[in-house]
């Protein structure tokens, strides 16, 4: 979930991919893609992710699942390139917060637990990162998948 900075412009990496449409518990409707982590020419995760590429969609992000299983994700689209600051507000689970520059190069990995019970939103810790993009994946998926910062995220044509 973001708490909304931007700064700065760039470009977008693409590769062609079919979307289709789904919906989060009582929330806004996502498009869904597939995008994958590249290390050079090898593929490290492949991840079908819901798009939030609105305001209304980054601020909701995935406070309304319950759970994301491996391989599953969110991918956050700013309009420009910038720092960002995402917090875990009315979050179930722990995540990876991987923020990625308009390039699709990765530069911060967080990884994020739950807060705990009665954090209100003033205390909640702020993972803080430059980017276009912020990937939400499951807490243990970059490690897991030997991501790391400088790997490349391939985002599809027409998401960003």
């Known amino acids: 979930m973001t ?7 760039a470009a977008t990496t693409a590769t062609p991919t079919a979307t289709a449409t789904t919906t ?3 929330g806004p409707t996502y498009d869904r893609e597939t995008v994958s982590v590249e290390n050079g020419s ?12 609105t305001y209304e969609k980054r601020y909701t992000g995935l406070s309304d699942t319950e759970s994301l299983d491996s391989g599953e994700g969110m991918l956050f689209v700013h309009d420009e390139e910038g720092r ?14 991987l ?6 190069t990765i530069t911060t990995i967080h990884h ?5 019970e009665g954090t209100s939103g003033n205390e909640l810790e702020r993972y803080r990162g430059t980017g276009k993009y912020v990937l939400e994946v499951p807490m243990g998926y970059a490690n897991e998948t030997g991501i790391e910062v400088g790997d490349r995220l391939v ?3 027409g998401t960003a």
């Open 42 to 53: 090898r593929t490290l995760a492949t991840i079908e992710v819901r798009i939030a590429d």
């Open 155 to 157: 985002i599809p044509n």
């Open 24 to 26: 989060a518990t009582d």
């Open 84 to 97: 960002h600051a995402y917090v875990m507000r009315k979050m179930d689970f722990p995540l990876d917060i």
């Open 112 to 116: 994020a637990p739950v807060p705990p």
């Open 3 to 9: 708490d909304r900075t931007e700064t700065a412009t």
């Open 99 to 104: 923020f990625v520059d308009a390039n699709g």
